[in-house]
């Protein structure tokens, strides 16, 4: 049941170049740990194990982009407007009830700070909407003559505490996850709340939520797309959990897509319980009454670390059965 939020900032850089891939989870939370009890087969010569997963249940994720609309993140927005809808087939795909808003990280213009992007009426973007992608677009179409003084945090926090109860009433829901992504070239410039304060607010709603984490899609390494090493950011992401992506690496669909996996609640990777021979593993998913078997290599992969299988282009909807089988590997 997460909420997201997207920030996004910087200012007088060049445009996003394809830089080397540099993506680390420090807790995805899409790995799946709850199998029955393994069951053997003896009939069989030699004998099969049998591991079987239920898939979580989906329930409701607010998502907000807070976007920079400072001089040099035109081409960045850009590209997120671009990505957008492959973060929006995995919500749907994943059966959740979501919220998807969009304000400015300007906190210099009252008439932004925190406050949600209104697009004919609407404030954010659900299951009903008509055309969610083209509302994004528009929502997301902030421009670059914003303030130069990237206040992604402060703008974070406004957004899901300051206005929670006023201009943004409703959006964030009291049984959501949240999950802030912060998206900048360079680091955070915020002066409301220090970064100690800010860590400790999403840690204690860590306990009062399902799920709450911290993705940083900013400057990791030095590049042309990089005036600022996020460094403020980064720390909170160590701090609360979630993705680290380049904001050099332009191919944002990637990261979206992790996001909304991860955001999801739904698991695509299973552990095992005991090392499988290498050839044995059969995987199956029951939906609706209905198995269907998965091919290796090109459905699913089996990993020997942490030994678990992972669908590559599936996600099983919520509530299905996974059943993993195999011969165990009396050399492992």
């Known amino acids: 049941m997460p909420a997201y939020l997207l920030v996004l900032a910087g200012c007088l850089g060049s445009g996003p170049e394809d830089t080397d891939l540099e993506r680390v989870w420090t807790d995805p939370g899409t790995s799946s740990s709850n199998p029955t009890i393994p069951t053997t087969d003896p009939t069989t010569s030699p004998p099969r194990v049998t591991e079987e997963f239920t898939q979580s249940a989906a329930n409701q994720v607010d998502v907000l982009f807070a976007i920079d609309n400072s001089c040099s993140m035109s081409e960045e927005q850009s590209s997120l407007r671009a990505s957008f809808p492959t973060f929006l087939d995995r919500l749907v795909e994943s059966q959740l009830d979501y919220h998807i808003g969009v304000i400015s990280m300007d906190m210099d213009d009252m008439s932004q700070s925190g406050r949600l992007r209104e697009v004919a009426g609407a404030r954010w973007i659900d299951n009903q909407t008509v055309d969610p992608d083209g509302v994004f677009r528009t929502m997301a179409n902030l421009g670059t003559d914003g303030s130069f003084n990237e206040r992604g945090r402060d703008a974070a926090h406004e957004a899901l505490v300051g206005l929670a109860g006023g201009y943004n009433a409703g959006f964030l829901r009291a049984s959501s996850s949240i999950n802030v992504v912060v998206m900048s070239d360079e680091n955070d410039h915020s002066t409301s709340i220090d970064n100690g304060n800010w860590i400790y607010y999403l ?63 739904l698991s695509f990777e299973f552990d095992l319980s005991m090392e499988p021979q290498p050839g044995t593993i059969a995987v199956e998913v029951v939906e609706d009454g209905v198995t269907t078997s998965f091919e290796e290599d090109t459905d699913w992969t089996y990993y020997g670390a942490p030994n678990s299988v992972a669908f590559e282009a599936f996600i099983p909807s919520p509530l299905s059965s996974i059943r993993i089988s195999y011969v165990v590997d009396a050399d492992g």
């Open 203 to 265: 840690q204690v709603e860590q306990v009062l939520r399902p799920e709450v984490s911290l993705t940083s899609i900013v400057g990791i390494q030095p590049g042309p797309a990089v005036i600022e090493i996020g460094t403020e950011y980064l720390d909170a992401t160590v701090g609360v959990g979630g993705l680290m992506w380049d904001i050099g690496d332009s191919n944002y669909h990637v990261a979206l897509e992790q996001i909304a996996l991860d955001g999801s609640g």
